[in-house]
Each structure stands twice: as C-alpha cells, then as structure tokens.
C-alpha cells in the first residue's frame, strides 16, 4: 500500500521501521538478533532473494470542512519485495529490503480500473494516474544501531496475538513545486497510519522462513495531484486493509489480470544489488507529465 505520497507503501516496508521502546516479552524476542529476525520474517522472507507479496483494498474519501465526505472511488494495490541479508563485523548480520509497489484507483460502484474519472468537486473529467513506483527500497538494518542501542520490536501481544501500531507523520517539499517552496509554501503534508497483526507461534516458528501478518492503512493527504483541484480547500483519506499474501499466486485473480495487462513489471521485487533513488507517487507523476511535454 504504500501510499499516494510514499506507498504505501508503500509503502509498509518503511513504516514499520518507526523505533519504539515496548519490547513483548516473548522467547525469541528477547535478544536484538531475535527481534531482527522476526522483524525481517514479517517483512519478506528469511531466504535471500525469495520474494514476498502485499496486497491490500479499500476506499478513498474526500472532506470538506461544512459538506459531507464523499466516496471517491476504490483503491487496490500490491507490493513486491525481497530481502538481501547485509553482513557486518561492528553491527550484526542485517538486511536490507528491496521492493517496488502499485496502487490503482477503481471505480467506486463497479470496482474497475479507472482510465478517467470524473470529479465531483468539480465537475470536470480528468484522466487517472495510478501509483507505480519503483523501487521503494529500505536502508540496512541490523542487531546494533550506529549509536550503540539494541534494535527494538514495538509488539503488543496477549496470548499468541501480536499487534503493532504506527503513525508516521510526513512533511516535506513537493517535488511538484517551484523553486520558492520557502516563500510560498508547497509541502507535502500528510500522515500514514497503520496496524499490523499476525500469531506469535507463527512469528516464532524457526521451521519457517517467512509470517502471515494482516495490516490496516489509513492516509490522511493533499487532493492527489491529477484530480486537479489546486488549491481548493480539503483534504483526502484513504482507509484499506490487507495482508501479507506471500506468493503471487495468492494475489486475488482479478488484480493478477490488472497487474498482468497495465504493469508486468511488478509481478516481481527489483534485483538485491538495487540501488536507485526511491519513487513516490509525485515523482512518479512529475516524471509522467515531463514525458509528455518532450
């Protein structure tokens, strides 16, 4: 899922890296190395290379203060990833995440691929640019951190329920902005908020290489840039769940076809030597509308 502004993400490999003191008090999860591990099992899978799916659904809703929010139109997306183990003599044996992530906005009533769509606040028809960005790769992470503390795992768990919590504000300038940002404004301005759940006998299983954990996303963001509302008062949110579906094959079929026919490139997570700048939804239309003026 990533997100509109960063999926998701997406979008969901970065978020999850938000450090918390709450450590569950479970074996296994008691030592840095053991928390990395589950924390990467979570995140992909404990062989190099194997690839991993998310795949989540929901709604987006537009509110303006005085009116009633509207239902905008549906959102479904995936992201592809793979894990590459980074070793280190001062840090702990680590790894990285490589991955690359869609989401496609759907009719509202019907559930189909939106081509156009026409906007409700304005009355216009405009065409749909749907995220596709790739890569989005996360920095290395390891059992010791560069100023000496211990990596962290914010689990809650009761029984063999585990369950963590993260809002990640975000804030920054709108690569679709002039060069007087400062003067004038044009950041970036949203928060992502998810929850992730899953079973700890799972989690923990060392027969294992990877763990089903289910994720709720909600986005509270700026009007997405091909809606074309300028600086129309509002604001978006966007509420979805989903899970880690593991192989593509899990991927419902109908989205297969979607991915299969508009974006084949993301049926798999770029190499494990990958090292590109990450796309956002707004690089990713900038570079779309540059492409059309050459």
């Not at 369950?163 to 804030?171: G, I, N």
């Not at 299983?205 to 986005?219: C, I, K, N, P």
Request: hydrophobic share 40%.
């Amino acid at each position: 899922m990533k997100s509109t502004g960063r999926i998701c993400a997406p979008v969901l490999a970065g978020m999850l890296l938000a450090g918390m003191a709450h450590v569950a008090a479970a074996a296994g999860l008691d030592t840095a190395e053991g928390r990395l591990a589950a924390y990467r099992k979570m995140q992909c899978s404990m062989i190099d290379g194997k690839e991993s799916f998310f795949w989540w659904t929901g709604t987006a809703y537009g509110h303006v203060a005085g009116q009633p929010d509207i239902r905008l139109f549906r959102v479904e997306g995936i992201n592809v990833r793979r894990c590459a183990s980074v070793p280190d003599a001062e840090l702990g044996d680590g790894f990285r995440l490589i991955s690359r992530e869609i989401l496609v906005y759907q009719d509202i009533e019907t559930g189909e691929m939106l081509h156009t769509w026409e906007n409700p606040y304005t009355g216009e028809t405009v065409e749909v640019i749907h995220v596709a960005n790739d890569p989005v790769n996360q920095p290395a992470q390891h059992p010791l951190r560069r100023n000496g503390s211990e990596y962290q795992m914010p689990l809650v768990t009761q029984g063999n329920d585990w369950w963590w919590s993260a809002a990640v504000p975000l804030f920054y300038p709108n690569p679709l902005g002039g060069d007087y940002q400062k003067y004038v404004g044009g950041t970036y301005h949203a928060t992502e908020m998810f929850n992730f759940k899953g079973k700890l006998d799972d989690l923990l299983d060392e027969d294992s290489d990877s763990a089903t954990l289910f994720v709720g996303w909600v986005r509270l963001a700026q009007w997405l840039p091909w809606m074309e509302m300028g600086s129309r008062t509002g604001t978006m949110y966007f509420h979805a769940g989903g899970k880690k579906v593991g192989d593509y094959e899990n991927v419902p079929a109908d989205f297969r076809a979607v991915i299969e026919e508009h974006f084949p490139l993301y049926r798999h997570a770029p190499p494990m030597d990958d090292d590109r700048p990450n796309e956002t939804s707004w690089t990713y239309f900038k570079k779309v509308m540059e492409a059309r003026e050459d």
